[in-house]
Nanobody, 116 residues
Framework: QVQLVESGGALVQAGGSLRLSCAAS????????MGWFRQAPGKERELVAA???????NYADSVKGRFTISRDNAKNTLFLQMNSLKPEDTAVYYC??????????WGQGTQVTVSS
């Protein structure tokens, strides 16, 4: 069973930066699409950024130019660099892995709070 563990969430002022990490229990990047989702109170979970196993990237319009998704294959770790943070970025951020045959896996989430 794949396990995903996020870290890096914190309270930060508007305009600041954070880097989230997602450590996978095994080397899954070759066979899965990975991504970051977020869920704010009272809102649905939404895609923030995604990376296919081939390295193609996709970002939500609201974070383009500010957030960057990347991975370290040797460390089985996915990252989300978040710059120029805004109060509306406040949410619980979840790491996600999608396998064609095995289905979907989620991390437990990490809280990001941006103060104005």
């Amino acid at each position: 069973q794949v396990q995903l563990v996020e870290s890096g969430g914190a309270l930060v002022q508007a305009g600041g930066s954070l880097r989230l990490s997602c450590a996978a229990s095994e080397n899954i990047f070759r066979n899965s699409a990975m991504g970051w989702f977020r869920q704010a109170p009272g809102k649905e979970r939404e895609l923030v950024a995604a990376m296919t196993n081939g390295g193609e990237l996709n970002y939500a319009d609201s974070v383009k130019g500010r957030f960057t998704i990347s991975r370290d294959n040797a460390k089985n770790t996915l990252f989300l660099q978040m710059n120029s943070l805004k109060p509306e970025d406040t949410a619980v951020y979840y790491c996600h892995a999608h396998f064609v045959l095995q289905g979907d896996y989620w991390g437990q989430g990490t809280q990001v709070t941006v103060s104005s």
